[in-house]
């Protein structure tokens, strides 16, 4: 069985992007991400500041945009409006989860396509469809598909099962590995789906991202199937000072030793996420020339 170091392999991915903030910057192009934060959730807090921090290492120009919980939908698309005429921005992000009184697809739709480094407007969806590689294709998704490769797992014909149909990793998932560089035979399951573990049990690949903390047993593992877990679930643990753990979707201790390799959580996809967001940060600084 072999684990999937996330972090090993996003280090090599910053390491790729380093090398690329040099070259644009020597051709007079300063790769610049803004990330917009609507309110004090706090998970969302450490996530804003672990981009800006990677931003800061790899030398790309980043600005912080914290507005109060109380910001109008107007308010908030008037500043990504502003992001979207400003030259030094290349990439816009509006963390999420926002304030229920917003509508987040609203505010995506605001987003200029070309500064969507999530790769959530409805014209990168369209191209990642398409194949297009002018598109931004989200971060998660991204990720677990260069740990895939990373790890050696060769996709084409393999059966792969996509746990979860969120536009933010089941759809995008199951996109890229449907795609012709990839050519996996995919099923997509969720919720409704009629017994899950019998589905599950097909995959060669499966991908669990449906946000149900250790929701994959034993059971619904074939011998020798690589698992990638998507899943980051807090559960409450008086043992850590913390007073939780962190687990995925995949009961990890039942399910690794049937695997012939799997993502720990934490320590898998979560570092491949910001990871590929600086990757697509860089690609539309490129793309704006």
């Not at 959530?120 to 740990?147: I, Q, Y």
């Not at 994959?216 to 011998?223: E, S, T």
Request: proline residues 6%.
């Amino acid at each position: 069985m072999k684990i999937i170091d996330g972090k090993a392999v996003a280090a090599e991915v910053l390491l790729e992007c380093r090398k690329e903030v040099l070259t644009l910057v020597a051709q007079g192009i300063q790769p610049g991400l803004a990330v917009v934060l609507v309110g004090e959730d706090p998970a969302s807090q450490v996530y804003v500041g672990s981009k800006v921090k990677t931003c800061g290492e790899l030398g790309i120009h980043s600005e912080k945009i914290v507005l109060p919980a109380s910001t109008s939908q107007e308010e908030l698309i008037a500043v990504v409006r502003k992001l979207n005429n400003d030259p030094a921005i290349h990439g816009i992000l509006v963390q999420s989860p926002q304030p229920h009184h917003i509508d987040e697809s609203a505010v995506v739709r605001e987003i200029d396509p070309r500064k969507d480094v999530d790769g959530f407007h409805p014209e990168n969806v369209a191209k990642l469809a398409l194949e297009d590689p002018s598109g931004f294709v989200p971060c998660t998704p991204a990720g677990a598909m260069r740990l895939l490769a990373a790890a050696g797992i060769d996709t084409n014909g393999a059966e792969a099962v996509v746990l979860g149909r969120s536009m933010i990793v089941g759809k995008p998932m199951a996109l890229l590995l449907m795609a012709k560089n990839a050519n996996a035979t995919v099923t997509v399951a969720h919720s409704r789906s009629r017994d899950l573990p019998a589905i599950c049990r097909r995959a060669d690949i499966l991908i669990a991202a449906v946000g149900r903390p250790e929701m994959v047993r034993a059971d619904w593992v074939k011998d020798g199937c690589v698992v990638i877990d998507v899943g980051i679930n807090r559960i409450a643990d008086s043992n850590k000072k913390t007073g939780f753990r962190l687990t995925g979707d995949v009961a990890y201790h039942e399910v690794a030793p049937k695997c012939a390799a799997i993502t720990p959580v934490p320590g898998g996809v979560g570092p491949m996420t910001i990871a590929m967001l600086m990757k697509n940060t860089l690609q539309a600084a490129r793309q704006s020339r």
